[in-house]
């Protein structure tokens, strides 16, 4: 019956037919040929739509056997090896390895996408506002616990703050070409900050004289050039950074000193907290935009009014002061405190540099947060000494 079924192949369009479907021409034939070198039991020789499934072998003795079932030939036929067959290892190994290589996944196997570690969310304010409260936090712990616990500690404090402060400078600075002697700068920082604590505020400005002194002559080792330009980038480290941080050392060194220094840090606090509140809510009309952009005169008025009311607070329950001298205290606190931001962010712009450092999460480096402080410590300073003076 196979025999009477097969197509003739003599006739044109028996021909065309076996191309269309894939069965029977020359070229089907020799793709016969190839399959026969593969193993019997493959699972894709069994596969709907092969070009040998569903076709019965004239070759074979059991191609005439419909109903799936293997006669013994199959079965010895099913142990025996490739090179029993006469067929090479290599090349059944690379059929398989390639058709394993085009077939997809398995519908049960999970496909694992690649996880993208979450950048930290930053405030609309474009900062890490969780670093930055921790950060804050740590550094207010340690400045309370050195006042009240052994209050010669702040002294150490300070000095420490001062000598980070004084190593970003020098680097920001030299970004421009000018390259400030740092040892004689962190020499005169401790000089300053000691004569300050044990000998008042003449003491703090004979200290600037010398750390300039001091500066001078050391420079003049490594030649004429640039010494102008150097030495005015020292005096400028010099008393911006050491001189005005003398003053927090001189508020605390009267028997209140510690309520002092704490009554000034927190009327810093709340004009960079009440700005930077208004600011974000409300912030339109911008102060400064070529030196600072995000800092608006909504921003500056919600500083200044956050800063004379907890302050007048303040000096009433802390301070046993007038509450109207807390008012005063807190807008001239303020207004400092903007400008010593505005001033930094004008030298930072200057020099071509985003923050001082990355020392501080969430802030930055140091000089980042002393900005205000070291403008508000003399204000400070003056204002309480003129509304509450210290016996000498």
């Known amino acids: 019956m196979a025999q009477l079924n097969a197509p003739d192949w003599s006739d044109p369009d028996d021909r065309r037919a076996g191309h269309r479907d894939g069965t029977g021409d020359p070229a089907g034939r020799r793709s016969g040929a190839r399959h026969t070198a593969v193993d019997p039991d493959?699972?894709?020789?069994?596969?709907?739509?092969?070009?040998?499934?569903?076709?019965?072998?004239?070759?074979?003795?059991?191609?005439?056997?419909?109903?799936?079932?293997?006669?013994?030939?199959?079965?010895?036929?099913?142990?025996?090896?490739?090179?029993?067959?006469?067929?090479?290892?290599?090349?059944?190994?690379?059929?398989?390895?390639?058709?394993?290589?085009?077939?997809?996944?398995?519908?049960?196997?999970?496909?694992?996408?690649?996880?993208?570690?979450?950048?930290?969310?930053?405030?609309?304010?474009?900062?890490?506002?969780?670093?930055?409260?921790?950060?804050?936090?740590?550094?207010?712990?340690?400045?309370?616990?050195?006042?009240?616990?052994?209050?010669?500690?702040?002294?150490?404090?300070?000095?420490?703050?001062?000598?980070?402060?004084?190593?970003?400078?020098?680097?920001?600075?030299?970004?421009?070409?000018?390259?400030?002697?740092?040892?004689?700068?962190?020499?005169?920082?401790?000089?300053?900050?000691?004569?300050?604590?044990?000998?008042?505020?003449?003491?703090?400005?004979?200290?600037?004289?010398?750390?300039?002194?001091?500066?001078?002559?050391?420079?003049?080792?490594?030649g004429v050039a640039g010494y102008q330009r150097d030495i005015t980038a020292a005096v400028l480290v010099a008393g911006y950074v050491p001189f005005l941080a003398g003053f927090a050392v001189l508020l605390a060194r009267p028997d209140d000193g510690g309520l002092r220094v704490i009554v000034t840090l927190a009327a810093v606090v709340l004009s960079d907290t009440g700005g930077y509140v208004a600011g974000v809510f409300f912030g339109k009309r911008p102060m400064a935009p070529t030196v600072s952009p995000k800092k608006s005169w909504?921003?500056?008025?919600?500083?200044?009014?956050?800063?004379?009311?907890?302050?007048?607070?303040?000096?009433?329950?802390?301070?046993?002061?007038?509450?109207?001298?807390?008012?005063?205290?807190?807008?001239?606190?303020?207004?400092v405190c903007v400008v010593g931001d505005l001033g930094e962010s004008l030298i930072k712009r200057d020099l071509g540099v985003k923050d001082m450092s990355n020392l501080l999460p969430g802030h930055g480096g140091l000089m980042d947060r002393l900005d205000s402080i070291l403008f508000a410590a003399p204000t400070a300073f003056l204002l309480l000494t003129a509304f509450s003076p210290v016996s000498s």
Do not use: C
């Not at 303040?314 to 301070?319: E, I, N, P």
């Open 42 to 222: 493959d699972a894709d020789s069994e596969a709907p739509g092969h070009p040998d499934s569903g076709r019965a072998d004239s070759n074979h003795p059991d191609s005439s056997r419909s109903d799936g079932s293997r006669s013994d030939s199959d079965r010895a036929d099913s142990g025996r090896t490739d090179s029993d067959r006469g067929v090479s290892p290599g090349r059944t190994g690379r059929r398989r390895a390639d058709r394993s290589t085009d077939e997809a996944p398995d519908a049960g196997t999970p496909v694992v996408s690649p996880v993208v570690a979450p950048e930290p969310k930053k405030s609309r304010a474009g900062r890490n506002l969780p670093a930055a409260i921790g950060v804050g936090l740590t550094l207010g712990a340690v400045v309370i616990v050195s006042l009240f616990v052994w209050r010669p500690a702040f002294l150490g404090v300070v000095t420490l703050a001062v000598g980070i402060g004084i190593w970003e400078m020098v680097r920001a600075v030299e970004h421009q070409g000018p390259r400030a002697p740092l040892l004689p700068l962190l020499a005169g920082a401790v000089v300053m900050e000691a004569l300050a604590w044990y000998d008042g505020a003449e003491a703090l400005i004979l200290g600037l004289i010398l750390t300039v002194l001091a500066t001078m002559v050391w420079r003049i080792a490594d």
């Open 298 to 335: 909504e921003g500056f008025a919600g500083s200044v009014l956050s800063t004379a009311a907890g302050s007048a607070l303040l000096f009433l329950f802390v301070l046993d002061l007038a509450w109207w001298q807390g008012l005063i205290f807190g807008a001239v606190v303020s207004v």
